[in-house]
């Protein structure tokens, strides 16, 4: 039984999605003025990696992420590189795709974009006009936040101790046309030189929070199964696309919430953001880390724990993708001398295996407990793969459950290209067979040594004599 913790009611709850068989799931996605930093990219690591599990359970998941590409700061970004918002937003959503395929997110099923929503934007805007839950000043329209009954209820926050943080936050030009510090835009009007968008209250253009709302609802209907999004959203922006979405529709907008935990770093654990000036950008990390440990890294820590960057653990996280990968390859390299058939005892081994790591990653997504289970299949795996006789049935399906069950970590496994065709490094080999037959270590010992300034890794086995290119 798959359960999910809900960050509404604060508890874990057993999945049950609106229709059976079926997931509609929505994760906010970027605004995309700048490269993603891997806070950023932990957010669509982590649903990402939800998603494949729950494909993997047999759901069809339709999944939408979407790029807000018109807001402030990309108004103030693109003026200052001297180009259009637009053209703003086409470059950095080429990173952001290029980025992500790079660390093996799957495509969403819809990626929106805001400015291709305007007028569903509006006429939502005027619907909650009409329902009495917005009104427009001067150009802006803003929502009644205390209005909405159950404001608050996300953030587990009053609306009188919210107000105290509102109205700190309140600029001298929005007291006069508030009515409430609690209430927030929907749609704010066009200073000069803006972007904009023809309106019944004026040119001007959405405010953030109503951007997913209509984008959420207008692709996955008017209640979603999951709504996903970093710690940081829960207020105020999934607090404020709950009073829009359900002051609208009248009916409840997500069944269950899911958040993730913040990348962390130095010494002290700060939060990564752009606004502290502390981040790393995928764009930059992966031209010297390798995309698959960047993504087995923050892939195999559950969601909703904080993740802390550093040189170490990325490290661990190498020697860990490394011992799988090599597991895979024993597998491969025992093919070649491997007696036909199948193995029950390998079958029912295996079956074991999937049930535990099933049993792991029902409980929210515990993917610390599923990838244990998949650390000790690669034990089990090296074990058979050491065996004097194996069977080519089994083999396979050591390495099928490996590739399946890492997959859904983002994680590819592919058979290792080691064939060598250089002659001089294939006659140190033999030559090094040699000298081990004529029990000459010092020279055999010589030749693993050079072999490997070179990038060759033997390894000798009952089979004879392997290498690897490190």
């Known amino acids: 039984m798959l359960t999910i913790y809900n960050t509404l009611t604060r508890k874990k709850e057993e999945f049950k999605p ?73 470059k950095f959503i080429k990173a952001f795709m290029e980025d992500t395929t790079a660390i093996n997110i799957e495509p969403a099923t819809m990626h929106p974009r805001a400015t291709e929503n305007i007028p569903e934007i509006i006429a939502f805007v005027q619907k909650l006009i009409d329902n009495g839950y917005a009104y427009e000043s001067d150009g802006d329209v803003y929502y009644r936040a205390r209005k909405f009954a159950h404001y608050g209820q996300l953030s587990g926050q009053s609306i009188d101790d919210l107000e105290v943080g509102a109205s700190e936050h309140v600029s001298e030009d929005e007291i006069g046309k508030k009515e409430d510090p609690m209430d927030f835009a929907l749609w704010k009007a066009a200073k000069p030189g803006e972007i904009n968008w023809e309106s019944p209250w004026g040119k001007g253009r959405p405010g953030w929070h109503i951007e997913c709302s209509v984008m959420s609802t207008k692709y996955l209907g008017d209640t979603l199964d999951i709504h996903a999004g970093g710690q940081d959203l829960e207020f105020p922006h999934h607090e404020n696309e709950i009073a829009q979405s359900e002051a609208a529709t009248g009916k409840p907008f997500v069944r269950y919430w899911m958040h993730n935990g913040f990348v962390t770093i130095g010494k002290d654990n700060e939060k990564m953001s752009k606004s502290l000036h502390n981040f790393i950008t995928v764009h930059d990390i992966i031209k010297t880390v390798d995309p698959q440990v960047l993504r087995f890294f923050m892939a195999t820590t559950q969601y909703r724990r904080p993740i802390q960057y550093s040189d170490a653990n990325l490290t661990d996280a190498k020697n860990n993708l490394n011992h799988i990968q090599t597991a895979y390859d024993n597998l491969t390299y025992r093919e070649k001398d491997a007696a036909a058939g199948n193995d029950e005892a390998v079958d029912k081994q295996l079956a074991d295996f999937t049930d535990r790591f ?15 289970v998949v650390y000790e299949l690669v034990k089990a795996a090296n074990t058979y793969a050491q065996r004097p006789t194996v069977k080519q049935g089994a083999l396979q399906a050591y390495k099928d459950k490996l590739a399946q069950l890492i997959s859904i970590f983002g994680i590819k496994l592919v058979a290792q290209d080691n064939e060598i065709d250089d002659d001089k490094i294939k006659a140190l080999i033999e030559e090094r067979n ?19 300034k070179q990038g060759i890794i033997l390894e000798d086995t009952p089979q004879g004599t392997r290498y690897k290119k490190e």
């Open 434 to 452: 040699e000298a081990r037959r004529n029990k000459d270590f010092a020279r055999s010992d010589q030749i693993r040594d050079e072999l490997k």
């Open 18 to 90: 609106l229709h059976p068989g079926v997931v509609n799931m929505y994760v906010c996605g970027p605004t995309v003025y700048n490269y993603i930093h891997i806070g950023n990219a932990r957010s669509a690591i982590a649903f990402d990696t939800v998603r494949r599990y729950l494909e993997f359970k047999g759901y069809k998941v339709n999944y939408v992420s979407n790029f807000t590409d018109v807001d402030d700061k990309m108004i103030k970004e693109a003026n200052a590189e001297g180009i259009t918002v637009p053209q703003l937003a086409d």
């Open 358 to 372: 099933i049993t792991a990653m029902d409980d929210d997504i515990n993917v610390q407990n599923g990838i244990a």
